[in-house]
C-alpha cells in the first residue's frame, strides 16, 4: 500500500496553550513526514506487506519482528489516529455515552485517567500510552517506539504520543505535566467512541 500523509484536522495553532504551533509543525510535517517516506519504501507495490491494510500490515510485522515497519508503519497508524484523538476544546471527564459502561467496568474515569497517565510516565524511553480494547474489555497499556495494541492482540482507542519530539518544545523534560494538560483539555473522546465502537 501506499502510506499519504493526512493533513491535520485543524489548524497549527488550534491546540494551543496545551500544545504549539511549533510543536505541531515539527511533529506533523517532519516527524510523520519521515515515518511515511520511510514505510513507503518497506511496504510499497512488490512487498509481502502488498495489499495489506494498515492494521495487518502492523500486526503481520510485528509477528515476523519485522522492525522496520514495525516501527515505521506503526508510527504511520498512530500519527494517523494521535492527530484525530485531539481536538481544541478537549479533554473534561464528560464521555460520549457509547464509552461509559466501558469505562465503568474498568473502574471509573478516574482510575482510568490515572492509570493512562502513569502509563505514559512510565514508559521508558520513547513510545506511547494506550486506551485498548481486548477480550471485550476496556485495557490500559504502553508500549516502546513504534509499537501499539494491534501488534499485542489489542484495538487501540486512544493513544497519547510520549516521544520528546511531542512535549520537548512546550513542556521541556516534564512529561508527567504534558500527559496530564494533554489528557484534560485536548482529549478528543468522539474519536475514541468511533474507534470503540469498531472495536467490538
Ligand atoms: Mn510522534
Redesign the pocket.
Known amino acids: 500500500m501506499t502510506l499519504t500523509l493526512p493533513d491535520l484536522p485543524y489548524a497549527y495553532d488550534a491546540l494551543a496553550p496545551y500544545m504549539s504551533a511549533e510543536t505541531l509543525q515539527f511533529?506533523h510535517d517532519k516527524?510523520?513526514l519521515a515515518y511515511v517516506d520511510n514505510g513507503n519504501k518497506l511496504v510499497g507495490p512488490g512487498s509481502k506487506y502488498e495489499g495489506l491494510s494498515l492494521e495487518r500490515i502492523c500486526a503481520a510485522a510485528f509477528e515476523a519482528k519485522d522492525m522496520p515497519v514495525v516501527n515505521n508503519v506503526g508510527?504511520h497508524y498512530n500519527?494517523n489516529h494521535?492527530w484525530q484523538w485531539m481536538k481544541k476544546g478537549g479533554g473534561g471527564n464528560k464521555l460520549p455515552g457509547a464509552l461509559e459502561k466501558l469505562v465503568a467496568d474498568f473502574g471509573g474515569f478516574d482510575k482510568m485517567r490515572n492509570d493512562f497517565i502513569e502509563a505514559g510516565k512510565t514508559q521508558f524511553g520513547s513510545g506511547w500510552a494506550w486506551l485498548a480494547i481486548k477480550d471485550g474489555r476496556l485495557v490500559v497499556m504502553k508500549t516502546p517506539n513504534g509499537e501499539n495494541p494491534l501488534m499485542h492482540g489489542a484495538s487501540p482507542i486512544l493513544g497519547c504520543?510520549v516521544?520528546e519530539?511531542?512535549y520537548y518544545i512546550d513542556y521541556r523534560n516534564a512529561r508527567p505535566k504534558y500527559l496530564e494538560a494533554w489528557f484534560d483539555n485536548l482529549v478528543n473522546w468522539e474519536h475514541v467512541e468511533i474507534l470503540a465502537g469498531a472495536a467490538r
Open positions: 511533529h516527524h510523520h508510527q500519527h494521535f504520543d516521544w519530539h511531542s
